[in-house]
């Protein structure tokens, strides 16, 4: 992974913290809601872990926006 793509993720990652933290949900409960582990969100928000399409549109759903409104500004 690239020093660039590694930046994008960290900020991807905190942008999800900050949603799942403006709606009250701990990782466990962000996690139960879009029928994911705990761990994958902990990476997710942490940016260790590269975010595909398809949870990315998981994750968006579940936030009631887009993946758009995800990237936007990134």
Do not use: C, P
């Amino acid at each position: 992974m690239s020093s660039g793509s590694s930046a994008l993720l960290i900020q991807l990652g905190k942008r999800i913290r900050e949603q799942r933290k403006k709606r009250r949900w701990t990782q466990s409960e962000m996690a139960a809601y879009l029928g994911l582990r705990r761990g994958h969100i902990s990476d997710l928000e942490r940016g260790r872990r590269e975010i595909g399409l398809l949870i990315l549109q998981i994750v968006a759903t579940g936030f009631e926006t887009t993946m758009a409104n995800l990237l936007k500004g990134l």
